[in-house]
């Protein structure tokens, strides 16, 4: 009790002094300010990318492998003006492989993604036909909005059922309530059984992220086969014939992610003469996003660190030059009886005063700037609570750190010649 | 004996004090012996480098002797460490200072709170303890006010409203009225009678006869050394 009746009126002198000498107190407390601005500033937008894509890796799934078909380097048509039947890819044997001889894994889905045109009533669009099995739901997160997703049932009567994205049906411009519209799919009609939530915008690229349509893999087997030709500008046919465009394949856990991949990777390869195939592994993604996230902290927080430095040396100066100013001040207050201790509380509590005011400042601005990058850039920030107590705990520990050497020369001054120094 | 010993507050006993300036010794005191009772009122009197300033700062406890003892109220103070010697400047010293060394930023009521904080008195103690140091010395209309709005006299009251806030077992004056006008000092040593005559133990260091004069007793120091010594029977 009796240390707060001690402490609140050298906390009052040391407003009182940061007041008198506004300029000079408002140039030392900028170092402070822009550091601490900076750290709160930074962590927030740093977070913000990383909380957006580590959000989209994991609607991926972290169990999950994805294996994509890719169109081989040397296979692309040399062949001028002649049609040519590119044939790669993932194939079925290759997921029955998989889930007859990799451990732990869980089921695979298997998908085949084709742009094609679609219809509904005078409206055409081209939509991006993912013929899949009811388990991709399971697999990949994606709400429904409406109606139902595919069932076994569809995939066995190879129906014309199809599920359409939130975006698929904006861009199909359908106003009315779609679930058991009618739709042109190519040369099929399709009745639509419900509407799925699209995956949100994410820096990693979901396999499904755009105005999608799903339909039974068997019906699209049935109705289109796995040929799709294309017409090249110059009017020739170009065909490409690829049985699967995706795998996914759930494993049993996230442990089981690594060995899975390794597996697959060297059956693929095992079975594959040309790399027409592609790996990814969402975990893996969300341990590099999470490494570049530590990265990026560690540069943050040097940046942080040297722009704190600054502001911490800056006060320091300042306190210096005070001590100097008030020789004569701590030479009558310890003639009147005031033990070094009490100088050094003294010279701590006006530097802390400085320190903690420019680090409050710099709160101020650290949570403004953020605001002002989303409400300018779409950019997403989050300012992380606690970076306003780290900044809050900085700044008093620069205060106490660099107030410290000038409070002790000030405490060791000796009293005799300090009160008489002009 | 016993019964003046009890009332000894100061007491030197072979005081020594020599610095190193190069490689020469310089004795600045050089055996003092004498001691005060309480309630004296003394002048310590010396030309310049008699050993009249190293005197000063022993007998205020801002320095120790090199040699002897010095009782101050009972306690010898050539044996303490920083810590202690602050302690006792504290709670038995009262400075008053030619220059009178107000504390420029803060107000007469918070210079005179000063000694106060550092006896950790809370707030409101502070408060009412410094007004009626004020109103002791005749300052209580300008409690408000920075030292700089006050003329000589009047911040010379402040210090001693301030050297009295820890009733102190000796009021140690340095040239008081050293920056003042002959109207101003005669004030001032008015100011010094009526504590007094209240009972203060008073000692004025000056060079000045006619300050020296107000005093009761007298020591004339010369070249580090008692050269006469006055005692007025109390």
């Known amino acids: 009790m009796s240390q707060l009746f001690y402490v609140w009126p050298f906390v009052r002198l040391g407003l009182a002094d940061v007041w008198r000498h506004k300029t000079r107190s408002f140039l030392t407390m900028l170092g402070m300010v822009f550091g601490v601005a900076s750290v709160i500033a930074m962590l927030a937008v740093g977070e913000g990318a990383s909380q957006q894509a580590l959000e989209s890796i994991k609607r991926l799934g972290s169990q999950n492998i994805l294996l994509s078909s890719e169109k081989p380097p040397e296979s692309s048509g040399s062949g001028a003006g002649r049609s040519k039947l590119a044939m790669y890819g993932l194939l079925y044997e290759d997921e029955q492989r998989i889930r007859e001889t990799v451990p732990e894994v869980l089921l695979t889905v298997p998908a085949r993604m084709v742009r094609r045109n679609t219809r509904f009533s005078d409206r055409q669009m081209e939509l991006r036909v993912v013929e899949t099995e009811p388990t991709w739901f399971d697999v990949v997160d994606r709400p429904l909005l409406a109606g139902r997703v595919l069932r076994t049932h569809d995939l066995e009567v190879n129906a014309n059922v199809c599920v359409l994205t939130e975006l698929g049906v904006r861009r199909l411009l359908a106003a009315e309530e779609m679930v058991g519209q009618l739709i042109r799919i190519g040369s099929g009609t399709f009745e639509v059984v419900g509407i799925v939530k699209n995956a949100e915008g994410g820096a990693v690229q979901a396999p499904d992220s755009e105005a999608d349509v799903y339909i039974p893999i068997s019906t699209g087997k049935k109705l289109f086969g796995d040929t799709v030709i294309r017409y090249t500008t110059d009017g020739h046919p170009e065909g490409e014939r690829i049985e699967l465009g995706q795998i996914i394949v759930k494993m049993s856990s996230t442990e089981a992610v690594e060995a899975g991949s390794k597996a697959m990777e060297a059956m693929l390869a095992r079975f594959h003469k040309k790399r027409d195939y592609k790996i990814n592994v969402p975990l893996t993604l969300l341990r590099e996003a999470e490494r570049t996230k530590k990265t990026f902290n560690v540069v943050l927080g040097a940046i942080a660190g040297i722009s704190l430095l600054v502001g911490g040396i800056g006060i320091m100066n300042i306190m210096l030059a005070s001590v100097t100013e008030r020789t004569k001040e701590i030479g009558i207050r310890r003639a009147i009886g005031a033990r070094k201790s009490r100088i050094i509380v003294q010279f701590l509590i006006n530097t802390c005063v400085l320190s903690i005011g420019g680090g409050g400042l710099g709160i101020l601005l650290g949570v403004a700037i953020p605001m002002v990058i989303t409400l300018t850039t779409d950019m997403p920030t989050v300012i992380q609570p606690y970076s306003l107590f780290l900044a809050f705990g900085i700044s008093a520990g620069i205060g106490i750190l660099f107030g410290l050497y000038p409070a002790m020369r000030a405490a060791s001054l000796d009293p005799i010649e300090a009160l008489r120094h002009e | ?234």
């Not at chain 2, 610095?19 to 010794?25: A, F, L, S």
């Not at chain 2, 103690?125 to 005749?138: D, F, W, Y």
């Not at chain 2, 009225?177 to 010094?192: K, V």
């Not at chain 2, 203060?200 to 020591?219: C, F, G, L, W």
């Open chain 2, 1 to 234: 004996m016993s019964v003046s010993r009890m009332e000894e507050v100061v007491r030197l006993e072979q005081v020594k004090r020599h610095y190193h300036v190069g490689d020469e010794m310089v004795h600045a005191l050089d055996g003092i012996s004498f001691s005060i009772q309480k309630g004296g009122y003394w002048a310590i009197m010396g030309q310049s480098g008699s050993g009249k300033s190293t005197m000063l700062n022993i007998l205020g406890c801002l320095d120790r002797p090199s040699s002897g003892a010095y009782w101050l109220n009972g306690v010898n103070v050539a044996e303490m460490d920083d810590d202690e010697l602050s302690d006792h400047r504290l709670k038995n010293l009262g400075f008053i200072f030619q220059s009178f060394h107000l504390i420029p930023q803060l107000t007469v009521r918070e210079n005179i709170e000063v000694p106060l904080l550092y006896l950790g008195l809370p707030a409101h103690e502070r408060s009412a303890k410094a007004n009626e140091l004020a109103e002791r010395v005749g300052m209580a209309h300008r409690l408000k006010h920075l030292p700089t709005e006050l003329s000589g006299g009047q911040r010379q009251r402040v210090a001693v409203a301030r050297a009295l806030a820890n009733d102190p077992a000796v009021l140690l004056a340095d040239e008081p009225t050293g920056n003042l006008d002959t109207a101003t000092s005669i004030q001032i040593m008015g100011l010094f009678q009526e504590l007094h005559e209240q009972g203060k133990t008073v000692i004025i260091v000056t060079h000045e006869p006619d300050i020296a004069n107000y005093a009761k007793s007298r020591i004339v120091l010369k070249d580090g050394r008692v050269a006469t010594i006055t005692e007025a029977a109390i």
